[in-house]
């Protein structure tokens, strides 16, 4: 039986540890349970506190328990994240401490965090907690409510870094090893270290083997890299002691956005102008084969699934990823995952596979998550045989994707090269706000439409200097392209892009901008878009 099947990781590292991998994982209140690394960090040292320092921003994450403090080293101007959590007396640890291994004792391991497993773990909570209660009838109701938190947050939670999870300015949480602090990536200030340190190995293996387990997967010195998604789908990778990492074990982790970004908030964070997303809405509508290009990082996904938000509802859509990203408002969508291998090549089903296999589901439109190998070829020759395809992939620029993709080990032909009809790219860029702060900002900075191999018309520019789009669909050959399909004249196109935009517009304007809403508003758009105008963006106008 695997060791990683409980809960609660301590117990069974320890067992772990001290190489006794015994059948069935034994409860936690051997001699071997140490309280101490089990509710290590209870209260994170604080930097606000120290002279020299001050807290420029601060809010809280779970009220009234835990909060977060930006803080400035008044000297050097560098800027730090703190992690406040409200801190336990000394009879309070001692109860939380006594409560812990109790809880240890009655939870059932199980393999994954399902919510029957939630309720069994709140309702274990509360009968222990009930039982102290009686035990210690003059501790006040707010120490159980603190001791609550720490329960819930040790064990339906992410334990120390909880409070950043549940941070929704953080995109990234990353460790480099221990004795190290951790460092975050903040929407607002980048990239910030923490006042969260693993300080030891073994406490920096504990949480790699705790959130292992969270994502049902295994990490060990014979399996030492992980890739899985945690429970609320972040996607975390990790690697584990000195097996593949000088320092010892390191591990990052992906947020996932409670609500993906939509072409919406795009409009609304100035990542692309009203009228180009029209464009990409005319472009989703009628298929054109699209490449989103950027760095790690950059925005990618994001954009892809949001411009796969504007299909027409009536599209066929494969997806194909390595981790389950996308999220689309589609009912004739397959979320095809790929698997790594195990045990040295087997059971492993890769992209290139499943690019294959997704030509039987006879899709109108295959989205792949990222390109990187012979899947690419794949896809050309589905794009070629009458598909389209959305994708992204890591490159800088048009010239450098192309290079890209005619290389090894995607070897695409040339010949297929003008089979993409748009490649935009995505940028994660500097600007200073209107107090001359510096702001990070992500923007689309240029889209090309390919006319043939090493020739691109570039529709639309960000200009940095002025902050604003330009674009230009004079030559645009998508809507020649468009205009072939459907009969319609470049004016009668230019016209439905006003109507576009004026849609995405109003979205913004009132605020309408969550993926449920714009996915709403797109397909009544879709089924009658002239009735949507009018409830919309025209509402009042008289019917003519
Ligand atoms: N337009 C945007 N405005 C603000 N934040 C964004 C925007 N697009 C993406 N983000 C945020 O940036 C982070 C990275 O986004 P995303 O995963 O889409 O990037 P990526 O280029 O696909 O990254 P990777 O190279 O790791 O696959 C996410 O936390 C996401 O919420
Ligand atoms: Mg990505």
């Known amino acids: ?15 772990r540890k001290s190489g006794k991998e015994v059948a069935e994982p034994r409860p936690a209140s051997t001699p071997s349970m140490s309280f101490v690394e089990a509710t290590r960090v209870l209260s994170h040292e604080l930097l606000s506190t120290r002279k020299g320092y001050r807290i420029i921003e601060t809010y809280p994450v779970v009220e009234p328990f835990a ?87 040790d064990f339906l939670g992410y334990g120390v870094l909880d409070p950043v999870f549940r941070d929704r300015y953080i995109e990234d949480i990353s460790c480099n090893g221990p004795g190290k602090p951790v460092y975050v990536w903040h929407r607002k200030y980048e990239s910030l270290p923490t006042n969260v340190v693993f300080s030891t190995v073994e406490e920096l293996d504990e949480y790699i083997l705790k959130l292992a387990h969270m994502a049902g997967k295994h990490i060990s010195v014979a399996y030492p890299v992980l890739d899985a998604i945690l429970p609320g789908g972040h996607r975390v990778a990790a690697t584990y002691g000195k097996e593949v990492s000088t320092s010892g074990s390191t591990f990052t982790i992906r947020k996932f956005s409670e609500s993906p970004i939509t072409i919406a908030d795009m409009i609304n964070f100035g990542t692309i102008s009203s009228e180009l997303a029209a464009y990409f809405w005319l472009a989703m509508d009628y298929k054109m084969t699209t490449l989103v290009l950027g760095v790690t990082g950059a925005g990618k996904t994001s954009t892809l699934n949001a411009l796969a938000t504007l299909l027409r509802p009536t599209y066929k859509v494969v997806t194909i990823e390595d981790t389950p990203e996308l999220r689309l408002p589609l009912e004739n969508w397959v979320q095809l995952v790929s698997r790594p291998s195990y045990l040295g090549g087997a059971g492993e089903v890769s992209l ?51 290079k890209r993709l005619t290389s090894p080990p995607m070897n695409i032909p040339p010949s297929y090269i003008p089979l993409i009809n748009i490649a935009l790219l995505i940028r994660r860029i500097t600007l200073a706000d209107e107090k001359g702060r510096l702001r990070p900002a992500r923007k689309i900075t240029n889209v090309w439409e390919v006319r043939d191999f090493g020739e691109y018309e570039e529709i639309a520019k960000w200009d940095p200097a002025k902050n604003r789009f330009t674009v230009r669909l004079d030559n645009s050959l998508v809507l020649s392209r468009i205009s072939d399909l459907t009969g319609k004249t470049r004016e009668e196109l230019l016209e439905e892009l006003v109507r576009r935009k004026m849609i995405l517009e109003w979205l913004v304007a009132t605020r309408k901008t969550t993926y449920k809403d714009v996915a709403t508003w797109i397909q009544k758009y879709y089924l009658d878009p002239v009735r949507t105008l009018r409830e919309g963006p025209l509402y009042g106008s008289a019917p003519q």
Do not use: C
């Open 1 to 15: 039986m695997s060791p990683k099947r409980g809960f609660s990781l301590n117990f069974v590292s320890k067992l």
């Open 67 to 153: 909060s977060i403090n930006i803080v400035e080293d008044e000297t050097s101007g560098k800027l730090f994240y703190e992690v406040y959590e409200i801190s336990l007396t000394s009879e309070e640890r001692e109860i939380y401490k006594q409560i812990y291994e109790h809880m240890i004792w009655e939870i059932k391991p199980t393999a994954t965090l399902s919510s029957d497993a939630i309720n069994e773990i709140r309702s274990t909570a509360r009968r222990i907690m009930n039982l102290f209660q009686i035990r210690f009838p003059r501790t006040p109701s707010l120490s159980w409510s603190k001791i609550n938190y720490y329960i819930e947050r």
């Open 352 to 402: 290139y596979q499943l690019v294959r296999v997704s030509l039987r589901y006879r899709p109108d439109v295959i989205v792949v998550g990222e390109v990187r190998g012979d899947e690419a070829y794949v896809l050309f020759q589905s794009i070629a045989t009458g598909h389209s395809g959305i994708t992204t992939l890591h490159a800088e620029s048009i010239d450098a994707a192309v």
